[in-house]
C-alpha cells in the first residue's frame, strides 16, 4: 500500500517506534492506556488506509475492568514485549518464535521508493498484539537498527538495548 502524500517509511517507522516507547514509558492504568491508545498508537496506526482500519464504537474497555485488571495486563504485556525486543537483537528467527500466528502489519511504500511495514489497527485486537504490531512493523522496516553493539546513529544513540530504550525489568510504571 502506498503511504499517504509524502509521508515517509522512515516517518511511519519512527510512528511505530515512539508508540512503543510510549507504551512501555506509560503508567499502568486505565487513563493512561485510554490516552496512549488514543495518542501514539492512533499516530502509529493512521498509516494504513481506512478500508483496512474498523473502529470500535465502545472502544477496547467495552466490558468493566479494574484497575487491577489493567495493570495486569499492562504489565503483561510488557513483559512479552520486553522478551520480543530482546529477541529481535537476536534476530528474526527469535523473534519469530515469540510472535503470535498473525501480526497485524501491512507493507508499505513511500514516494520516494522506499519499502517498509507499518501496523494496522483491528476491532478486538489484544492489547498485546497490537503493541506487538508495533514493534514488527518497525523492525521490518529497519532491522539493523535492533543488531546489539550496533555503531553510534548521529552522536544520539548508545548500544544499549533497542536504541536506548529504558527497559528496566519488573518496573510497572
Given at each position: 500500500m502506498a503511504l499517504p502524500g509524502r509521508v515517509t ?165
Amino acid at each position: 500500500m502506498a503511504l499517504p502524500g509524502r509521508v515517509t517509511v522512515e516517518e511511519a517507522a519512527e510512528a511505530s517506534r515512539a508508540a512503543l516507547r510510549a507504551f512501555l514509558a506509560m503508567d499502568p492504568d486505565k487513563p493512561s492506556l485510554s490516552a496512549w491508545l488514543e495518542g501514539p498508537y492512533r499516530q502509529a496506526t493512521d498509516f494504513a488506509p481506512r478500508r483496512l482500519r474498523t473502529v470500535n464504537p465502545g472502544g477496547p474497555f467495552e466490558h468493566h475492568t479494574s484497575p487491577t485488571n489493567i495493570e495486569d495486563l499492562v504489565t503483561m504485556t510488557r513483559t512479552v514485549v520486553t522478551a520480543a525486543l530482546a529477541a529481535a537483537q537476536c534476530g528474526i528467527d527469535a523473534l519469530v518464535e515469540l510472535l503470535p500466528p498473525v501480526v497485524q502489519v501491512r507493507p508499505a511504500h513511500d514516494l520516494y521508493g522506499n519499502h517498509g511495514f507499518v501496523p494496522v489497527d483491528e476491532a478486538r485486537l489484544r492489547l498485546v498484539d497490537r503493541v506487538l504490531a508495533l514493534l514488527v512493523a518497525d523492525y521490518l522496516t529497519r532491522p539493523d537498527e535492533f543488531r546489539p553493539n550496533r555503531p553510534l546513529i548521529s552522536g544520539t544513540h548508545s548500544t544499549d538495548p533497542w536504541l536506548d530504550l529504558d527497559l528496566r525489568e519488573g518496573d510497572t510504571g
